[in-house]
C-alpha cells in the first residue's frame, strides 16, 4: 500500500537539518535591525509586570507613535546658513579687514615691537588725553581763575569731561569688546573707567576738548591746527600702543562730538556756575 502524501512530507520535514532546534533561528524571516534594536530598548526599559503582559495587536504602540509624528526641527544656532544676506557678509569683511588693520598698527604694543623703541612716547602723549588728566587740570585751573567768564567756561568744561567718561564708561560696560592685543588696562584706566575697547575713551575726550577749546578760545590759525592735529594723534597713539581698533577710534570721534553738542544745547550760566563753585566749595554765602 503506497504511503500517504501526508506521512512522505512529515518524513522529509524530520529528515531537514533547518527543521532542528538548533537551526531554527535559520528559517526566521529577516527584521530591520532599527526596528529590532528599538523594540530591545524598549523591552529592557519595561518593568517586569509591563513585559508580562501580552500586547494588544490592534492598539498603536509608543514606538509607532513617534515613528509618526515629524521629525523635530534644529535650533537655528546649529543650522548652516547656505545662503547668507549681503549685509552680513559686508559687516563681517568690514569687521574683519578693522581687526587685520588694528593689528598692523599695533607697533608700539610691547617692547619687542617694530616700534617699541618709542613706546614711552607714545605712552606720553596718550596721557595729555586721559579723563583723569583733564579733570585734574580744570579742577586746577578753576581754582585759580578770578573771572566769572572763565570760571564758567571752566565749570561747563568740567561737567563735559564728567559726561563723556560716564557716557564712554556705560557704552564700553555694555559692548564690552576687547582690544586687539587683549592687554590688561592700567591703574589709571580702571580709575578713568576705561576698561575696554569700544569706543576709544581718550578719541572721545580728545575731540570733546578740542572742538570745546575751539569754540570758546580765540586761538591763532597755527594752534588751531596743532590742537586739531593734538587730538588726532591721541586717538591715533592708543590704535599703536594696541589698545583700541580703528573703529574705536572712529566712533569716539564721533562720540566726542556728540557730547560738544549737547553740553553747548544745555551751556550753563554764569550764575548757575557760580552756584555749583559754592556748593563744590562749601561756601554758603551767596545764598544769603
Not at 509618526?68 to 569683511?93: H, T, V, W, Y
Not at 617692547?111 to 579733570?135: F, K, N, Q, Y
Not at 588751531?224 to 588726532?232: D, G, K, Q, S
Request: aromatic share 6%; net charge positive; with cysteine.
Amino acid at each position: 500500500m503506497p504511503a500517504l502524501p501526508s506521512s512522505r512530507s512529515r518524513t522529509r520535514d524530520r529528515n531537514n537539518v533547518l527543521s532542528r532546534p538548533e537551526f531554527m533561528s535559520l528559517n526566521q524571516p529577516l527584521r530591520n535591525s532599527n526596528s529590532e534594536s528599538r523594540g530591545t530598548a524598549r523591552r529592557q526599559g519595561q518593568p517586569k509586570h509591563q513585559a508580562s503582559q501580552p500586547c494588544d495587536p490592534q492598539e498603536p504602540t509608543e514606538s509607532t507613535n513617534r515613528d509618526r509624528k515629524e521629525p523635530a526641527k534644529l535650533p537655528e544656532e546649529d543650522c548652516i546658513q547656505l545662503n547668507p544676506s549681503f549685509k552680513g557678509i559686508a559687516m563681517s569683511s568690514l569687521l574683519a579687514i578693522d581687526i587685520c588693520l588694528s593689528k598692523r598698527l599695533g607697533v608700539c604694543a610691547y617692547t619687542s615691537s617694530s616700534w617699541g623703541s618709542v613706546r614711552s612716547m607714545v605712552t606720553l602723549l596718550a596721557l595729555t588725553g586721559h579723563g583723569i588728566t583733564w579733570i585734574f587740570g580744570t579742577i586746577v585751573c578753576l581754582t585759580r581763575s578770578n573771572t566769572l567768564a572763565g570760571q564758567e567756561v571752566l565749570v561747563n568744561l568740567l561737567l563735559a569731561l564728567l559726561l563723556d567718561i560716564m557716557t564712554v564708561a556705560g557704552v564700553q560696560k555694555l559692548i564690552k569688546r576687547k582690544g586687539p592685543w587683549e592687554m590688561s588696562p592700567g591703574f589709571l584706566d580702571y580709575c578713568a573707567m576705561d576698561v575696554y575697547s569700544f569706543p576709544a575713551a581718550h578719541a572721545s575726550r580728545a575731540a570733546m576738548v578740542s572742538k570745546f577749546l575751539l569754540s570758546h578760545l580765540v586761538l591763532a590759525v597755527p594752534l588751531r591746527i596743532l590742537l586739531v592735529l593734538w587730538a588726532f594723534l591721541v586717538g591715533m597713539s592708543r590704535v599703536l600702543l594696541g589698545r583700541h581698533h580703528l573703529t574705536d577710534m572712529a566712533c569716539g570721534f564721533a562720540l566726542g562730538l556728540l557730547h560738544f553738542s549737547l553740553v553747548e544745547t544745555v551751556w550753563l550760566s554764569s550764575s548757575a556756575c557760580q552756584t555749583l563753585i559754592s556748593i563744590g566749595t562749601l561756601s554758603w554765602s551767596s545764598f544769603y
